[in-house]
């Protein structure tokens, strides 16, 4: 393949087409090749002259390395994530793979398009409990101790943040959730309510709002988005909210 290659890292958004950016979609339009997690290149219009390359969740490093190869040699690479390609995704490891690769990679063209991440895309169905101070928490011990994330929660909870968490349970870690929920109720002696937002913006959406005394483990899977209000948020009619000020 002759030509300048690019990579472009690019976030497809929560799920629907609509919240795809034009930018992103542009990106897609002038791909050679689409790299990223199964489920995310299905999202991914199939076209004549674009190749696909779906593979499994794990391999993050490889995927990397792959499409800064490709890049390399010409292709015009777009590694898709969902959401927001720097949220708990793929743009990181691109330039860890960067790090650890040949010189030449750090003058490659690469680019990263935003994308609609799943907290704002929840907050927003939801109403506006993001409004105040806020942290974004992963839950998935994958990547880190577990003891790590019970000292984020526990110093989140203390300075009264609303806390958004990501990868809240999966069948592989179901006790980490529960764990969660136990560390909150101790950390927040009230009934703020809490968020479960699952598979926001796609024909499977389900939101749920529940005080967090009454929050329980099988309320969030892999598809949910959890936020927990800061001792501020509440309901104003069907909307939750966080007001603009604090004490
Ligand atoms: N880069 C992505 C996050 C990847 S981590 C982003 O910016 O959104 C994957 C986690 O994101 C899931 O476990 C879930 O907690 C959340 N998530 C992704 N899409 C979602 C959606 N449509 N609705 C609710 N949560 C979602």
Redesign the pocket.
Same mark, same amino acid.
């Given at each position: 393949m002759s030509g300048a290659g690019w990579v472009a890292i690019a @976030?497809l958004g !929560?799920?629907d087409d609509a919240l795809v950016t034009p930018q992103v979609a542009d990106a897609l339009a002038q791909a050679t090749d689409v790299i990223g997690y199964i489920p995310y290149v299905a999202r991914v219009a199939p076209r004549a002259g674009l190749r696909l390359h779906p593979t499994d969740n794990r391999v993050e490093l490889d995927r990397a390395a792959h499409a800064l190869q490709l890049a390399a040699e010409g292709a015009r690479v777009v590694v898709v $994530? $969902?959401?927001?390609? @720097? +949220?708990? %995704?793929m743009a990181s490891a691109v330039f860890e793979a960067v790090e650890g690769g040949p010189p030449q990679w750090r003058d490659l063209d690469v680019r990263v398009l935003p994308?609609?991440? /799943?907290?704002l /895309? %929840?907050a927003a169905r939801a109403g506006a409990p993001l409004g105040h101070d806020f942290c974004a928490i *992963?839950l998935s011990d994958n990547l880190k101790p577990w003891a790590l994330i019970e000292r984020r929660l526990r110093l989140a909870a203390q300075a009264d943040f609303a806390m958004a968490?990501? *990868? !809240?349970r $999966?069948k592989s870690r179901p006790e980490g959730f529960a764990r969660t929920l136990d560390v909150l109720r101790q950390e927040c002696a009230d009934a703020r309510p809490v968020l479960f #937002? =699952? #598979? +926001?913006?796609?024909p499977d959406?389900e939101l749920r709002v529940v005080p967090l005394t009454d929050a329980r483990p099988e309320m969030a899977d892999? =598809?949910?988005?959890?936020i927990v209000g800061s001792s501020q948020t509440r309901m104003v009619g069907r909307w939750l909210y966080t007001p603009r000020s604090a004490g």
């Open positions: @976030g !929560p799920g $994530s $969902s959401g927001d390609p @720097g +949220v708990f %995704a994308g609609i991440t /799943a907290m /895309a %929840a *992963n968490f990501y *990868n !809240p $999966s #937002a =699952r #598979a +926001v913006t796609t959406e892999m =598809r949910t988005m959890v």
